[in-house]
């Protein structure tokens, strides 16, 4: 499995799946769930009020976030996420390390809280996801738009969504091209302002050809 070596301001892919392929994200309070650790957890301090800000989300669009719960969550960033998608039974993210141990901590963060929560709802105990997380350095731009149309398009796989994958709200392509919902909290701008508008990303991604890319292995 691949495991790059993560150091400060350098972006990397990083994915992980349940064991033995099992389905983890049930239905919409499990994927709001996730969405809000992947969106909350970049911050050193605890997480705090996960389940209500998850059903918030789910009622309204919002976390319901104070304003300075908000900018506490970007004053002690440790890690910066850029892209997203959260599939049945997996789920890739693009994020940034700020600080020495950053990604190391928000997955940690992110896995741990997300097994707990699962274990407690569904009745089950013990480890959830496969192993440690994969990641994989991002080593220059053209791999990173490729690896974002890869991750924007995973959710075509699923049924019924096919050419509807910026409708798809568990995926950050849905902010790029409909509007952020996170504000600062996704850090978008590596992709998005590489294009002359969300149309030009939406058409670069429907038309990519990437289904694997070179010395990564892709979950399926």
Request: aromatic content about 12%; overall charge neutral.
């Amino acid at each position: 499995m691949p495991h790059a070596v993560i150091v400060p301001d350098e972006y990397y892919h990083i994915f992980n799946r349940a064991i033995n392929k099992q389905i983890m994200f049930l239905d919409k309070v499990d994927h709001a769930r996730m969405l809000c650790l992947l969106i909350l957890a970049q911050s050193s301090d605890p997480l705090d009020n996960v389940g209500r800000r998850s059903h918030s989300f789910l009622k309204n669009g919002s976390l319901n976030l104070s304003k300075h719960g908000f900018e506490n969550i970007l004053k002690n960033r440790v890690a910066e996420l850029a892209a997203f998608v959260i599939m049945p039974n997996h789920f890739h993210i693009i994020v940034k390390e700020l600080v020495e141990g950053g990604i190391s901590l928000y997955l940690q963060k992110i896995e741990i809280a997300y097994t707990k929560y699962f274990n407690t709802k569904y009745h089950r105990s013990g480890y959830l996801f496969q192993g440690s997380y994969q990641s994989v350095h991002v080593e220059d731009n053209d791999q990173l738009l490729h690896l974002s149309a890869y991750i924007h398009r995973n959710s075509r796989e699923l049924k019924g969504w096919r050419n509807k994958e910026h409708l798809y709200q568990w995926s950050s392509f849905f902010d790029l091209v409909q509007g952020n919902r996170w504000g600062e909290l996704l850090k978008h701008e590596i992709l998005s302002e590489q294009f002359k508008n969300p149309k030009e990303y939406f058409d670069f991604v429907k038309t990519s050809g990437t289904k694997e890319l070179e010395g990564e292995l892709l979950i399926d």
